[in-house]
């Protein structure tokens, strides 16, 4: 089970794109690049899924080099309501063991 | 997308009962489905695996005999905190894996969470 590394906390201020880079080394074959949104009393929330390259959807967008070791979650025009808790995970999307990290708090700034 | 729905969302009850907490997919079939729990401040952690007509998996230090976990039908999970102390207080966490292209790749959707109390 690749494990990831996030920064810990990021600020930004309304409006501003905002990238969040996910280190996974050991990513493996069969490895999915996952990202959550949570905010405090709830649940995750799935913002998008990648394998490698570049995934956009209404959200966000995720760009995974060739080599897979990292991965760039991008929101753009971040608003208030984009403070919360983001967790990148890595694994076989059919395993029984996703694993969270310890996620990367962004705070936005008006 | 997929909705997981959890119940209740929130509960306190006090030391030595027992708690059941509902996790629901409400759109789709789910034949696995997992049970977090989350301190404050913390990330969540993985409790056990439940399978639909089979016994749950669970994870390493989790006490199977204390968190009760029964999948019964495609749509519902249980979750039963049994003999409930206060160190049991947490936010416990379902989530439903659904098929997006068969036998490659999943997507997990997420309860809201029930915040589970015991004074």
């Known amino acids: 089970l690749a494990k990831t590394t996030q920064p810990i906390s990021m600020d930004s201020y309304e409006g501003q794109e905002v990238n969040i880079t996910c280190s996974h080394n050991?990513?493996?074959?069969?490895?999915?690049i996952t990202w959550y949104q949570q905010f405090p009393s709830q649940g995750p929330r799935f913002i998008i899924q990648?394998?490698?390259t570049k995934v956009t959807n209404e959200v966000a967008s995720l760009f995974i080099p060739a080599d897979r070791k990292s991965s760039t979650l991008s929101l753009p025009r971040v608003s208030l309501s984009d403070t919360a808790v983001y967790y990148c995970l890595v694994g076989d999307t059919g395993a029984n063991n996703l694993f969270f990290g310890t996620g990367t708090r962004l705070t936005v700034i008006p | 997308g997929a909705v997981v729905s959890q119940h209740p969302s929130w509960v306190i009850c006090k030391s030595g009962t027992s708690v059941k907490i509902e996790c629901r997919s409400l759109?789709?079939?789910?034949?696995?489905m997992f049970w977090y729990r989350q301190f404050p401040k913390q990330s969540l952690m993985l409790m056990a695996t439940s399978n639909e007509g089979s016994k749950a998996t669970y994870e390493q230090g989790v006490e199977k005999d204390k968190f009760l976990i029964n999948h019964a039908s495609l749509t519902l999970s249980t979750l039963t905190v049994t003999s409930a102390h206060p160190e049991d207080s947490s936010f416990y966490i379902c989530?439903?894996?659904?098929?997006?292209?068969?036998?490659?790749?999943?997507?997990?959707?997420f309860g809201p969470g029930t915040r589970l109390t015991v004074t």
């Open positions: 050991n990513i493996a074959t069969n490895d999915y």
């Open positions: 989530s439903a894996r659904v098929q997006i292209v068969a036998g490659v790749i999943y997507e997990q959707y």
């Open positions: 759109d789709f079939q789910a034949t696995t």
């Open positions: 990648g394998y490698k």
